[in-house]
């Protein structure tokens, strides 16, 4: 029952007597940090996912470093119609959003936002009517006005206490609206990271218990079991004073191994972890493992622990590149080339430069080497099959 306590005290309340056997009967720690964080979640919300994700555990916060930064990283070649482009104010733009951000700052940011939102707002800056600067607007900040239809007919973005509303669908276009697949809404998107809630719930509550459990001399509690000769129960008074004084002379690592001075009765009952109660351990890893997959970063790139899905680290990073970034790569792409085209009045179109993607230096070098020894294709058909025109 000590050992229910200290793990309901971890996570913020105390456990009773009939909770604490309850709890037990569930099957141990586990049971208890899963009923736990049902109550204590991160949330599901742009800043919840941000503070108990990104900013409060170390997994997700990798995981989503990982994936925009990868994904800010792959260039992009301008084509206009079939003929690409070297030099256009649509990839100095890009290189230059504004003068606070690099093409790589905003990207980051960009894609930051779809991990723990699903949404991103680029309001693009107009001077004379030309486009000069691209702004990216906080998730949480921006809701979405509907009309009478259903449809989105403004944006309300709120900052530092005033509303600013801009038109949907205004011409030219007064913000572009990312979002990932949301099946249960027609016009928000759903983050990714928010599908393994339960998951980042499960692990920060179990950082909290092992943060705990050191404190507390790096062993789990025990019993302290009052069996007088003559029978009864401590009062109050003494039931406090006992308490305070196991408090404040026997917690914390500084008093780990200090001797216990029991008087009237008081006997010490030192309670260890079965291996009922260690199974949080897995799950643990468990839970890490969920919130990678669900980013899509394959959790040998994260070092966890348990996971041998590929044969080999190489195997895993070309994995997440094709997977994970490309994809979400190829639909940024996408979305900005049909908005650059409407802005330039030309059909312009981004593709990600798979040659200069590090991750896939080894897919491209295999392609390089079997198109090479084909000795029964011309020069010409050589550089088509490799993507050279």
């Known amino acids: 029952m000590g050992l229910m306590r200290g793990v309901m005290r971890v996570l913020g309340r105390e456990a009773g007597p009939q909770e604490a056997k309850a709890a037990g009967r569930r ?14 979640g991160a949330g599901r919300s742009y800043a919840g996912l941000s503070r108990g994700g990104f900013m409060g555990n170390p997994v997700a916060h990798r995981a989503v470093r990982l994936v925009a930064e990868a994904a800010a990283g792959v260039p992009w070649v301008l084509f206009e119609g079939r003929r690409e482009m070297e030099a256009h104010p649509a990839l100095a733009l890009l290189a230059r959003p504004n003068a ?12 930051g936002h779809l991990a723990l939102s699903g949404n991103a707002y680029v309001e693009p800056l107009r001077l004379a009517g030309q486009l000069r600067e691209l702004h990216l607007l906080r998730p949480d900040r921006v809701g979405i006005v509907e009309g009478a ?3 989105p007919v403004a944006y309300d973005y709120r900052a530092g206490g005033v509303l600013r509303r801009i038109a949907a669908e205004a011409e030219p276009l007064a913000l572009l609206h990312l979002r990932l697949f949301h099946p249960l809404s027609d016009h928000d998107g759903y983050a990714p990271l928010a599908a393994a809630g339960l998951a980042l719930d499960l692990h920060n509550a179990s950082a909290r218990w092992n943060k705990a459990l050191l404190d507390n001399s790096a062993r789990p509690s025990g019993a302290l079991v009052y069996q007088p000769k003559e029978g009864g129960n401590l009062s109050l008074d003494q039931y406090e004073r006992l308490k305070d004084e196991l408090e404040q002379g026997y917690a914390g690592p500084l008093s780990a191994g200090r001797p216990l001075l029991l008087e009237g009765g008081l006997d010490w009952k030192a309670m260890s972890l ?25 959790p040998m790139l994260l070092g966890i622990p348990g996971d041998n899905t590929y044969a080999n680290y190489q195997e895993a990073n070309r994995a997440f590149y094709r997977l994970t970034v490309l994809p979400m790569v190829r639909r940024c792409a996408q ?30 070098d295999a392609l390089w080497a079997r198109v090479g020894a084909a000795d029964f294709l011309s020069d010409e058909e050589k550089r088509q099959a490799v993507g050279y025109g």
């Open 274 to 298: 079965s291996p009922r109660d260690m199974d949080f351990m897995e799950a643990r890893n468990g839970a890490a493992r969920d919130i990678a997959l669900s980013l899509g970063v394959p």
């Open 149 to 151: 239809d259903g449809w």
């Open 100 to 111: 606070r951000a690099t093409g790589v700052d905003f990207l980051e940011a960009l894609y």
């Open 27 to 40: 099957g141990g720690t586990l049971a208890v940090l899963m009923e736990a964080v049902a109550g204590r």
């Open 335 to 364: 979305s900005l080339s049909a908005f650059l085209s409407d802005e330039y009045g030309a059909a312009l179109r981004l593709e990600p430069d798979l040659d200069q993607v590090e991750g896939l230096s080894a897919e491209r």
